[in-house]
């Protein structure tokens, strides 16, 4: 070998040693938003990681499976498995965990769903027709008691699954194995069959009962829904969904907030998590001048407006302290408090609009956190000031416990979390399908990663395309094929 091939191997060599040592250090974080202090960035740093750490250590390495909550044991949640699905890559991307190591679990997820039994039994089944049902046996995968095959909660796992096929690009096998299951998994997927009452689809099915009696319409969480239904490549519901879909749409004025209205936050979040809706409008948003995006950054202005104004008298209540969604609450009772009788309740789908208030002093912490991306200037500082003001009890291991209530400060016996007589009530659980969009829509405010990765996915496109929007990035998409 001549001196000068010699030195072109040391330098090879050497080159794929440093390859190899780069591939095991953490990338660096993606640039801060311009506005974001140091400070901003050190904290989005630490609660997008504790969030993620939360599906990668409580979901089951082997087939895939998350919990609905935890430390309480519970079901697993298809929802949650979706949300997921969408945290691997973003941990891949971020150099919290390898990418070989996260396309194998989410490889190893979707090759559990693709391979799962779908049948029309009642029992040792984890589908039918492609969908799933809502909660799963953490231990086996299937049907957890008598829950209804869920169309959303379907969907929330596509939208992950669709995610990482367009995220998992590379040649190697086990990427290109990603890409594959993902697709067969969607295409397996039955929307003309959900479509009792066409053209909208039903909220489930349960065996030997058939679909539920009602189907998804007008605006809230399922956006995500209907566009993947008219996105399948072998089960597309025809266009007229869409109209139908927002043929109940209310809008209205809330707050000083003129919006499009869904009370809870969840609902102008879950579907942002996967599509940038930003400069893109259908014929009903088309009409009213703005996007989806603008409609959800004014419903968030909205709640903290209500928060601000404080009608019922919540403690902590103000800048520091807002957000009404879907989350975990105290009990199902009332306390006397202050010489005043409170009404609380547990779990449900608390929120504020124009249509109605459901609110009993018990705020989510991701209610603000999962609507980063829209008003980052009054989200992040009322997150740091959470943090601040609660610490421990609320923010721990994987971030935003599921939910507070500073109101709740009397010592009484609460069906879930602890009272603390001086802060007030907190939960002492994590709840996936709040984890999720905390997680995503943070990456989305930091990065653009879910967005700009889903902008080429083209079941997504065809979607999108095929209920009307038009605009944005999506004149530039690529065309099906």
Request: with cysteine; hydrophobic share 40%.
């Given at each position: 070998m001549t001196s000068s091939r010699r030195r072109a191997a040391r330098r090879g060599l050497w080159l794929a040693a440093l390859l190899a040592v780069a591939a095991c250090v953490p990338r660096a974080a993606a640039p801060p938003r311009t506005g974001a202090t140091a400070e901003q960035v050190a904290f989005l740093d630490t609660l997008e990681r504790r969030t993620f750490q939360w599906f990668w250590d409580l979901s089951d390495a082997r087939?895939?499976?998350?919990?609905?909550?935890?430390?309480?044991?519970?079901?697993?949640?298809?929802?949650?498995?979706?949300?997921?699905?969408?945290?691997?890559?973003?941990?891949?991307?971020?150099g919290w965990v390898r990418r070989d190591a996260a396309a194998a679990r989410a490889l190893a997820t979707l090759e559990f769903f693709w391979s799962a039994r779908q049948d029309t039994?009642?029992?040792?089944?984890?589908?039918?027709?492609?969908?799933?049902?809502?909660?799963?046996?953490?231990?086996?995968?299937?049907?957890?008691?008598?829950?209804?095959?869920?169309?959303?909660?379907?969907?929330?796992?596509?939208?992950?699954?669709?995610?990482?096929?367009?995220?998992?690009?590379?040649?190697?096998?086990?990427?290109?194995?990603?890409?594959?299951?993902?697709?067969?998994?969607?295409?397996?997927?039955?929307w003309r069959w959900a479509q009792a009452r066409p053209p909208t689809v039903s909220l489930g099915w349960k065996p030997g009962e058939g679909h539920l009696p009602w189907d998804w319409r007008?605006?809230?969480?399922?956006?995500?829904?209907?566009?993947?239904?008219?996105?399948?490549?072998?089960?597309?519901?025809?266009?007229?969904?869409?109209?139908?879909?927002?043929?109940?749409?209310?809008?209205?004025?809330?707050?000083?907030?003129?919006?499009?209205g869904f009370a809870p936050l969840f609902g102008h979040q879950y579907s942002h998590v996967w599509i940038d809706f930003r400069g893109?409008?259908?014929?009903?948003?088309?009409?009213?001048?703005?996007?989806?995006?603008?409609?959800?950054?004014?419903?968030?202005?909205?709640?903290?407006?209500?928060?601000?104004?404080?009608?019922?008298?919540?403690?902590?209540?103000g800048e520091r302290l807002w957000g009404l969604s879907a989350c975990d609450g105290p009990v199902n009772g009332t306390v006397e408090i202050a010489g005043r009788r409170r009404a609380f309740v547990t779990y449900t789908a608390r929120g504020a609009s124009f249509l109605r208030v459901e609110d009993d002093g018990t705020i989510a912490p991701t209610a603000a956190a999962g609507s980063i991306a829209f008003a980052p200037e009054v989200v992040i500082p009322t997150l740091m000031a959470m943090r601040e003001d609660y610490g421990e009890p609320l923010f721990g291991?994987?971030?935003?416990?599921?939910?507070?209530?500073?109101?709740?400060k009397v010592a009484s016996r609460v069906q879930h979390g602890v009272v603390d007589t001086t802060k007030g009530w907190f939960d002492t659980d994590y709840l996936g399908i709040d984890q999720g969009p905390i997680l995503a829509m943070i990456e989305n405010y930091r990065s653009d990663l879910v967005w700009k990765t889903m902008r080429r996915n083209r079941h997504l496109v065809r979607g999108l395309r095929r209920a009307g929007f038009t605009g944005g990035w999506l004149e530039t998409a690529p065309a099906d094929r």
């Open positions: 087939t895939g499976l998350t919990p609905d909550r935890w430390p309480t044991r519970s079901f697993v949640s298809v929802g949650a498995v979706g949300f997921a699905l969408t945290a691997y890559p973003i941990g891949a991307e971020r039994a009642a029992r040792g089944v984890t589908g039918y027709r492609g969908f799933f049902y809502h909660f799963l046996d953490p231990a086996t995968g299937v049907r957890f008691e008598n829950v209804e095959l869920s169309t959303i909660d379907t969907a929330l796992m596509l939208a992950g699954a669709l995610f990482c096929q367009s995220y998992f690009d590379r040649s190697d096998p086990r990427e290109t194995r990603v890409r594959a299951v993902a697709e067969s998994i969607y295409a397996r997927v039955d007008g605006y809230n969480e399922a956006m995500i829904l209907q566009i993947l239904a008219l996105g399948s490549p072998t089960h597309a519901v025809e266009p007229a969904i869409w109209p139908a879909w927002c043929a109940n749409y209310r809008w209205g004025t809330f707050q000083g907030q003129e919006h499009l893109i409008r259908d014929a009903y948003m088309r009409d009213k001048g703005i996007d989806y995006f603008e409609n959800s950054r004014r419903a968030t202005l909205a709640q903290r407006a209500y928060a601000l104004a404080n009608p019922g008298g919540f403690a902590g209540y291991r994987y971030g935003f416990l599921d939910a507070l209530n500073p109101t709740l």
